[in-house]
């Protein structure tokens, strides 16, 4: 075979297969095509966004093996993805003497696989392509140029067009005594979507591949199939009892639903039926996407993991809880009494605020943080409180708010006006009062109006003066509600800044990634 992977190499075909040879270098139909990015790519690609997005989110939040492992599949899908998940990898995989690269060029129809003497020395993998656009897919596998073929030619025609997009893989014998066999098999089979081991019936029972591998691939059934090769040598008369065999072995193996092909390179038997099984998971295009959505399935459930289901309700946010701690450890009702009290005594130095209680600050920040925290997980529930004030932060900022707080006792100048009145209409009745005492009978005014007059201009005072006195009490309550009023706003702002703040917005990126992983999920 020529070292140089673009030179055109003639294959002839399969033993038993007459036919013209195939000419390797020629370019395929163009309907063949290259890598698709249709809408499954687009929707996984969108996904692993997401499931990307929410790491960048949760951050330090997420447990670091959490961030690595999603972190590495991520990294793995999007490399498969910007090979789109047109191409369907299938692998043949057994020990030595299974017949796997006779298979191989069964299948495909070309003597390009090792087969016999040289075979179990070589470690190398060897693919055949359907289609075109394979280079970047087998580079990423790893598959050197030279052990490469594009199957489908223009001489095909239409006549392997149900193979369409499939990459076949022949691998190292599993069992052989070379360790680097087996190190090749290994790194291979993670990038394979449907694999296919090859035993033949006298080592069909090989613990080396079953418990060596079988055993540990619980749960991919769909994605596996068994071809007991060699079939012709076994008589007519034990074949079923041999393939119930297997499949006991299967069950075993905690692999029940792997299918079964009886298979015979040398007669054809059972090969027109593997191919119709590739043509079907070539057919589906969803072997690779499957393979693809439950990575990035099982990395969203490790995010979600990290999250919880919820945020707390919104009543655990209400602030009102939090200021009516804050006024109380600011004594703030006794200041706004204290005011009312100014008020309604006509005193004209006001009150101070006094010292903010720490300890109520304290019980404050604590029943909020344990409200706000309820069911979010331990990291989350750590990064909020660092992110909301201090005690003494909060303290300081409570203290800042009320000290803009006025706190001025001024008279009601309604009551002051009504008091001048009644001192008005009071010495106004007195002197009244004297003069017709000192006029005996008062015979310059007739007695009976100017005693009228007087009695008025007293009772007028009494009355002002009572009037007053409720106008500078209920001026006085006002104050002190507004007093009240003011310190709680001022209160408020700054447990909205210093408390509620950080807390929307460590809860907002809580959020946004749980729907992050919801949506990588697949979840609407």
């Known amino acids: 075979m020529s070292d140089d992977p673009s030179s055109t190499t003639t294959i002839p075909v399969a033993a038993g297969d007459e036919g013209p040879t195939r000419d390797v270098g020629v370019e395929p139909s163009a309907s063949t095509g290259g890598a698709v990015r249709g809408a499954t790519t687009a929707a996984l690609d969108e996904r692993v966004d997401a499931l990307d997005g929410a790491l960048a989110v949760g951050g330090t939040r997420f447990?670091?093996?959490?961030?690595?492992?999603?972190?590495?599949?991520?990294?793995r899908v999007r490399e498969r993805l910007a090979l789109g998940v047109d191409h369907t990898v299938v692998a043949l995989a057994g020990g030595t003497g299974s017949g796997k690269s006779s298979l191989f060029n069964a299948v495909s129809g070309l003597k390009f696989a090792d087969v016999g003497v040289r075979r179990p020395t070589t470690s190398r993998v060897t693919a055949c392509v359907w289609g075109s656009d394979g280079g970047p897919l087998l580079d990423w596998i790893g598959v050197e140029p030279e052990d490469r073929i594009e199957r489908e030619s223009l001489l095909d025609g239409d006549s392997e067009a149900g193979l369409r997009g499939l990459?076949?893989?022949?691998?190292?014998?599993?069992?052989?005594?070379?360790?680097?066999?087996?190190?090749?098999?290994?790194?291979?089979?993670?990038?394979?979507?449907?694999?296919?081991?090859?035993?033949?019936?006298?080592?069909?029972?090989?613990?080396?591949?079953?418990?060596?591998?079988l055993r540990g691939m619980t749960g991919r059934d769909a994605s596996m199939l068994l071809v007991l090769n060699q079939v012709d040598t076994v008589p007519p008369a034990v074949r079923g009892d041999l393939v119930q065999d297997v499949r006991r072995l299967l069950v075993e193996d905690g692999l029940p639903d792997v299918e079964v092909h009886e298979v015979s390179?040398?007669?054809?038997?059972?090969?027109?039926?593997?191919?119709?099984?590739?043509?079907?998971?070539?057919?589906?295009?969803?072997?690779?996407?499957?393979?693809a959505d439950a990575e990035i399935a099982d990395a969203a459930r490790l995010v979600q993991s990290q999250t919880a289901a919820r945020e707390p309700?919104?009543?655990?946010?209400?602030?009102?809880?939090?200021?009516?701690?804050?006024?109380?450890a600011a004594g703030l009702t006794a200041v706004g009494d204290a005011v009312a009290a100014a008020v309604r005594g006509?005193?004209?130095t006001p009150p101070r605020l006094g010292e903010v209680h720490a300890d109520g600050v304290g019980l404050a920040r604590a029943s909020w943080l344990s409200s706000v925290t309820q069911g979010l997980p331990q990291p989350w529930a750590a990064d909020l409180r660092s992110r909301v004030a201090t005690t003494a932060e909060l303290r300081l900022a409570v203290t800042d708010?009320?000290?803009?707080?006025?706190?001025?006792?001024?008279?009601?100048?309604?009551a002051v006006v009504l008091l001048l009145l009644a001192a008005v209409a009071g010495v106004a009745g007195l002197v009244g009062a004297g003069l017709l005492?000192?006029?005996?009978?008062?015979?310059?005014?007739?007695?009976?109006?100017?005693?009228?007059?007087?009695?008025?201009?007293?009772?007028?005072?009494?009355?002002?003066?009572?009037?007053?006195?409720?106008?500078?009490?209920?001026?006085?309550?006002?104050?002190?509600?507004?007093?009240?009023?003011?310190?709680?706003?001022?209160?408020?702002?700054?447990?909205?800044?210093?408390?509620?703040?950080?807390?929307?917005?460590?809860?907002?990126?809580?959020?946004h990634a749980r729907e992050l992983a919801a949506r990588a999920l697949g979840d609407s």
């Not at 309700?313 to 200021?323: F, H, K, N, R």
């Not at 001025?408 to 309604?414: C, L």
């Not at 002002?464 to 106008?471: C, E, G, Q, R």
């Open 63 to 75: 447990d670091p093996a959490v961030m690595v492992r999603v972190a590495a599949t991520i990294d």
């Open 167 to 213: 990459v076949l893989l022949d691998l190292p014998d599993h069992d052989s005594i070379a360790p680097e066999h087996r190190e090749v098999v290994d790194r291979v089979l993670p990038q394979v979507d449907l694999l296919i081991w090859v035993v033949d019936p006298q080592k069909y029972a090989d613990n080396a591949l079953h418990a060596g591998y």
């Open 265 to 291: 390179t040398v007669t054809g038997e059972g090969v027109a039926g593997l191919r119709e099984a590739l043509a079907d998971a070539v057919d589906r295009r969803s072997v690779a996407a499957v393979h």
């Open 313 to 328: 309700a919104p009543s655990a946010l209400a602030i009102g809880v939090v200021v009516d701690r804050l006024s109380a």
């Open 346 to 348: 006509g005193a004209g």
């Open 401 to 414: 708010a009320l000290a803009h707080v006025p706190l001025a006792a001024r008279r009601s100048r309604a």
């Open 437 to 511: 005492l000192a006029d005996g009978l008062g015979a310059a005014v007739p007695w009976l109006p100017a005693t009228s007059v007087v009695a008025g201009l007293l009772g007028l005072a009494v009355l002002l003066l009572a009037a007053s006195t409720v106008v500078r009490r209920r001026a006085a309550r006002a104050r002190g509600a507004r007093v009240v009023a003011d310190g709680r706003a001022a209160i408020e702002s700054a447990a909205r800044g210093r408390l509620l703040a950080p807390t929307q917005d460590v809860l907002a990126e809580h959020r």
